[in-house]
């Protein structure tokens, strides 16, 4: 089967693997319908992680069932699912306690599992044509037949679970005001996601018109840091006060206004200030304990400069860690269904297999028309 592989930093190719099967009794294998290129699968195709030439990439992925174990109990040829990027057993004790994202089972020495990732466990992505789905009665979503909301239900794999989950991290309540910052795909979800759930006011905090554009056609608040100080700007805004909550959907490769050296702790401590005393911070931005690319020694290392101080005299609290995928894509899923929720409005490419490697280095470059990519390996 075709698949798209890493060989070396800025660079994949689409070639021959291994076909996915069967290996467990509790596993099902899928024909991928799409599967969408993420900002974290760059931190693997710059060369800023241990990744290794042969690993295939894909993280948020959904299909059709070709395949099921003699252990799986609840799917069926032909089922339509959606598949969280945590791979998860279901019966460890953070699976127990919805921790999906933090599997004790399925990562031996670590926390957590994901599809195509490094250091996240023995499972092939599925950027490609066929993908092996272990412990599948628990990890697939099943989805109404047919291919309405394709683009849609493709976002319930990470980036709208994980915008959502920031939104929820920080406890967004119905009438508060919020700053997002990042307004990537899935910043763009947070802010959306804060004002599902009834936010009077999200600020989108980027640099990239397009980006902000999106953001205000949701209707969110645009902020462009090169033309503003966003704390100030949004503290103006709200009276002195600052915003009730805040989210970080940028992570350790930050930047600050008129320069692209990166700022790893800059987007945290911009929250601190930005946010009111006792609010509160959702962080789904990532941040990795090792970089060999960091702007420091002490970065590289994910030690930050983070002003503790304020934010203990401020009262506030923050919560971190990848998203729990599954205790929040149902419910998604249904708003989705219920013409609540059009998460795809993020898409901005969808395209063959074969144009991934072409793909990745546009969004890479941060190509306008590249901010978010789903690809189809069985399109005609």
């Not at 709208?160 to 307004?183: I, L």
């Not at 929040?328 to 395209?351: C, H, M, Q, T, W």
């Amino acid at each position: 089967m075709k698949a798209v592989v890493y060989k070396e930093p800025y660079k994949v190719e689409v070639e021959e693997v291994d076909d996915a099967r069967i290996e467990d009794p509790t596993d099902v294998v899928i024909r991928i319908t799409s599967t969408a290129i993420c900002g974290s699968d760059l931190h693997m195709y710059e060369g800023r992680t241990g990744a290794e030439p042969g690993i295939v990439f894909g993280h948020e992925n959904m299909g059709v069932v070709e395949e099921v174990g003699p252990g799986v109990a609840s799917l069926s040829e032909r089922d339509r699912i959606c598949l969280p990027f945590n791979v998860a057993c279901g019966f460890c004790k953070n699976c127990e306690n919805n921790k999906t994202g933090f599997c004790l089972t399925v990562n031996e020495g670590f926390a957590g599992g994901a599809y195509g990732y490094v250091q996240m466990g023995p499972y092939r992505g599925g950027q490609a044509e066929y993908l092996r789905v272990p412990f599948a009665d628990f990890n697939a979503l099943k989805l109404p037949p047919g291919d309405e909301h394709e683009t849609d239900f493709a976002m319930l794999a990470d980036i709208f679970p994980t915008g959502y989950h920031g939104a929820a991290m920080a406890d967004v309540q119905p009438g508060e005001t919020v700053a997002v910052y990042g307004a990537g795909p899935v910043g763009l979800m947070a802010a959306y996601s804060s004002l599902l759930r009834g936010a009077a006011r999200v600020f989108s905090v980027d640099r990239v018109p397009n980006r902000l554009a999106l953001a205000e056609q949701i209707g969110a608040i645009p902020v462009n840091f090169d033309e503003v100080d966003p704390v100030e700007y949004i503290v103006d805004q709200t009276d002195g006060d600052g915003t009730d909550k805040g989210i970080d959907a940028v992570g350790y490769q930050a930047t600050e206004s008129g320069g692209d050296q990166e700022q790893p702790a800059i987007v945290l401590n911009n929250l601190v200030y930005t946010v009111r005393a006792t609010g509160r911070i959702g962080t789904v931005g990532l941040y990795v304990p090792s970089d060999p690319g960091a702007p420091s020694e002490e970065a590289g290392e994910g030690r930050l400069l983070f002003e503790v101080g304020k934010f203990f005299e401020k009262g506030l609290t923050m919560g971190t860690g990848q998203a729990n995928v599954k205790s929040y894509n149902r419910y998604l899923r249904d708003l989705i269904i219920a013409g609540r929720a059009e998460p795809s409005f993020v898409v901005s490419k969808e395209l063959p297999l074969e144009e991934a490697p072409d793909a990745y280095e546009r969004f890479d470059n941060r190509e306008e028309g590249y901010s978010k990519v789903v690809l189809h390996p069985h399109a005609a």
